[in-house]
């Protein structure tokens, strides 16, 4: 029998429902998701008119998060319209982050043979998810300039035949733009997976010494990450409803 690291880069197969495959990231993500909508039905019905510690903590923090939002957008209606989609994103991928170190996430699971499949994978470790994040993100980006603008106008920015730079800065942006799904997923995915990688190398060579610093290290980066995802989005949105190149003229 081998023994050794293994490293599987796509999400394992559990079973399949009606023909649709159910891997292990997916289940994950099912157990993420309950947990959010457990924690805001528990946190709603606990909310007091004279707010303890917690309490307070949490609202100053959406509280400084939205000021922050109303002021790059320069407009409270438009921070009201973006901020709980935001915030979503952000916790979404934050508690995705924090929990591959939670116990039995990667380390309970069932035989396949004579291979080990986990039960739950980080749902943020299989880029599948984190593709799905950054479409979301990409399509509430050119929707809205869309909606903003209209079309025509919109397209201004990508597609400009006013003069020879302003085309070529057009083509610059459309290939940015279309480089964000791209950028979006695999910044998210390389990270976390990587991070994972690492604490797994580290507890096979040295268990008792290198595991815990990295595992500290690792949930500080799934921090960074999420508010990296979240406020990219925010930025790119702003972006969108900016006038397009040349409007003024």
Same mark, same amino acid.
């Given at each position: 029998?081998?023994?050794?690291?293994?490293?599987?880069?796509?999400?394992?197969?559990?079973?399949?429902?009606?023909?649709?495959?159910?891997?292990?990231?997916?289940?994950?993500?099912?157990?993420?998701?309950?947990?959010?909508?457990?924690?805001?039905?528990?946190?709603?019905?606990?909310?007091?008119?004279?707010?303890?510690?917690?309490?307070?903590?949490?609202?100053?923090?959406?509280?400084?998060?939205?000021?922050?939002?109303?002021?790059?957008?320069?407009?409270?209606?438009?921070?009201?319209?973006?901020?709980?989609?935001?915030?979503?994103?952000?916790?979404?991928?934050?508690?995705?982050?924090?929990?591959?170190?939670?116990?039995?996430?990667?380390?309970?699971?069932?035989?396949?043979?004579?291979?080990?499949?986990?039960?739950?994978?980080?749902?943020?470790?299989?880029?599948?998810? &984190?593709?799905?994040?950054?479409?979301?993100?990409?399509? &509430?980006?050119?929707?809205?300039?869309?909606?903003?603008?209209? #079309?025509?106008?919109?397209?201004?920015?990508?597609?400009?035949?006013?003069?020879?730079?302003?085309?070529?800065?057009?083509? /610059?942006?459309?290939?940015?733009?279309?480089?964000?799904?791209?950028?979006?997923?695999?910044?998210?995915?390389?990270?976390?997976?990587?991070?994972? /990688?690492?604490?797994? #190398?580290?507890?096979?060579?040295?268990?008792?010494?290198?595991?815990?610093?990295?595992?500290?290290?690792?949930?500080?980066?799934?921090?960074?990450?999420?508010?990296?995802?979240?406020?990219?989005?925010?930025?790119?949105?702003?972006?969108?409803?900016?006038?397009?190149?040349?409007?003024?003229?």
């Amino acid at each position: 029998m081998n023994s050794g690291i293994h490293v599987i880069l796509k999400a394992e197969q559990l079973g399949s429902f009606f023909g649709l495959p159910i891997t292990n990231s997916l289940l994950m993500t099912w157990v993420l998701m309950a947990l959010l909508i457990a924690g805001a039905y528990f946190f709603r019905r606990r909310l007091a008119l004279r707010p303890g510690k917690l309490q307070a903590g949490v609202e100053w923090v959406f509280e400084r998060s939205f000021a922050y939002t109303a002021d790059l957008f320069e407009s409270e209606e438009l921070a009201r319209r973006f901020f709980p989609l935001l915030a979503t994103i952000f916790l979404f991928v934050l508690i995705a982050n924090e929990l591959e170190f939670f116990p039995g996430v990667g380390s309970i699971g069932l035989m396949q043979g004579t291979v080990f499949v986990p039960l739950l994978r980080t749902p943020t470790t299989d880029l599948n998810v &984190t593709l799905a994040l950054a479409i979301i993100s990409f399509l &509430t980006i050119e929707v809205t300039g869309i909606l903003t603008f209209g #079309v025509l106008k919109y397209g201004k920015k990508f597609i400009n035949f006013a003069s020879p730079l302003g085309f070529v800065v057009g083509l /610059i942006e459309l290939v940015s733009n279309l480089g964000r799904l791209v950028s979006f997923s695999f910044r998210l995915f390389g990270n976390i997976f990587a991070g994972e /990688i690492l604490v797994l #190398v580290a507890g096979y060579f040295l268990p008792y010494i290198l595991p815990a610093p990295l595992m500290g290290f690792e949930m500080f980066i799934g921090i960074i990450q999420a508010l990296v995802f979240a406020m990219l989005t925010l930025f790119f949105i702003k972006l969108a409803i900016m006038e397009p190149h040349g409007a003024h003229a």
